[in-house]
DNA sequence: CGCCCACTTGAACGTGTTCAAACGTCGTGG
DNA sequence: CCACGACGTTTGAACACGTTCAAGTGGGCG
């Protein structure tokens, strides 16, 4: 059955770092979780809310961003199945940014309570969790030193490494392709450039023979070059070294 | 004497968000730490390290950094007294980036069985450590749309005004004016952009009357047309009601 | 006194922006 | 079945923000 299912995606992410042993998992598996579905393009929580409880993307991709006064927006995260997005606001009672849907998107609701109980009662979980939060700063910290430090074409490589290795790590390529529903405006947005030399830096990974992308795949033709280019080390992903292996 | 100060600092850090009881303060008051002297522009941790242990910083200002292939570097993050700035290496055993001084720096290590077992016998305080590195993901998060979405001169003048707020919070401020012992090159490589334009960026502050900044000091005149400037907002930083109010 | 480091200045240059228009594809309704 | 509209992508040309390189100033410390 469908639960199932969704539960499995978050105890096989929480086990990829740290084995859990079985009462863990159980008392993973047995975390009491509605399951929503939400239509694509969709504010999940916004800036300024108060959440009362935190979510699993178990299908499609969702987004964290923030508006700037002079109209922009700037997306902080791209999130896909087994992330938990919101995961802070267990101890950060407001938010400080916006999550939204890409696609449409299943997601698991948990409810604040029911995970603080399950902290106290498994202190080891409680340690799982604090992890997922801080793998996610790994990455913000990566596209710091993206936005700041790296030029347009580095930049963008690099974003596609990390997409392609992390929907890897989840079971979401199929050989050198993966689905990446994420248009050129959002990557704009992403990577601090507008949506014009966007399409150009990506036309540039095209012509290279790097890459061969739509607006829903990404196919990465040549990863050692795009790699060398993005100079993308994955170590930042705190991957288990099995979801790195046969790059 | 001096341990007591030094301890003092991390239980008001903690303490400022949730109230802690007293055995939960004489808790943190009881860990051990050996205090170590560092120099200015010292390396204490480095990307690829495996720490065994944390830091606070009691006294001085430290930064986290990475470098890029390109030979650039990026910092990700000031840090000044009362902040953990390697709280992370608790859970993800590999760090991802440098940690070094900027002034000399003095700074409490504490052993990573330590909070452990401090974490597993107080579970609320796991709660509170664990928010002080939501904190740091928060700051890393504003740091990516100024890099991402603001030019030169907003970006700048947010970065002040972060400074400014952070060293208030921690009872650094003398009025409108804290020591601020951070040269122009490094503004340069957190706020991503050349020492030169930096030092036009801020001279431009400076004519418009919104600080006054020498290599020590950062006097802030307006604060008013600053935080408009810059679009700061505080609130990502989490801070109790109290540190914000008076500005 | 002299050196080093941080800050400052000038001028040419380049990466990425801005604005504006056109193209292709997909889904919808006539 | 074709027309239409919406959306994402592509292209061109002028422009600007920030870079680059190079030289010079000023203060603090040995």
Redesign the pocket.
Known sequence: MALEGTENVLVRRLASHDALDEAEREAVRQLPMTVRQIPA?RDVVREGDRPSECCVILEGFAIRSKIVSSGGRQILAFHLPGDIPDLQSLHLTQLDHDLSTLTAVRAGFIRHEVMHVLHARHPRLAGVFWRETLIDAAIFREWIVGLGA????S?TAHLLCEMFVRLRAVGLARGNSVDLP???????DAL????????????EL?SRKLIAI??RNLIVSDWKELVALADFDPSYLHLSPEALEPL
Do not use: C, E, P, Y
């Open positions: 393009k790296r030029d347009a074409l930049r994420i248009t050129q405006a959002d990557l704009a601090g450039m507008t949506a014009v030399h966007t399409n150009r830096t990506i036309q095209r739509g607006s």
